[in-house]
C-alpha cells in the first residue's frame, strides 16, 4: 500500500499541515516520515515551475500521487 499527504504550492489550505510558503518542509516530512507521495495542491498552473517541483520530489524519494486543482475555483471566485 502506498501513502502520501497534502501539501499547498500556492494557497493555504486547511488539508496541509505546512503553509504554502514551507512546502519544501512539508515533503521534508513526507520524506522523514516514510511516506511514498505527495498530493500537490494547485491552483493556478502558470505559476508552478514545474521541473523544480520535480526536482524536489526526486530529490526526496516521492512521487506525485495526486494534482488537486480544488483551490483554483475557489480563488477564481473569490476574484471575480
Do not use: P
Not at 15 to 41: N, R, T, V
Not at 47 to 62: F, H, M, P, S, Y
Amino acid at each position: 500500500m502506498k501513502f502520501s499527504a497534502t501539501v499547498t504550492l500556492q494557497y493555504d489550505t486547511i488539508f496541509s499541515s505546512f503553509s504554502h510558503q514551507d512546502y519544501l518542509k512539508g515533503l521534508d516530512w513526507m520524506e522523514k516520515s516514510g511516506l511514498d507521495g505527495a498530493e500537490l495542491c494547485i491552483s493556478n498552473y502558470s505559476d508552478i515551475d514545474v521541473n523544480r517541483v520535480k526536482e524536489e520530489l526526486d530529490k526526496r524519494g516521492l512521487g506525485c500521487s495526486t494534482l488537486s486543482t480544488g483551490q483554483a475555483r475557489g480563488w477564481r471566485a473569490c476574484r471575480s
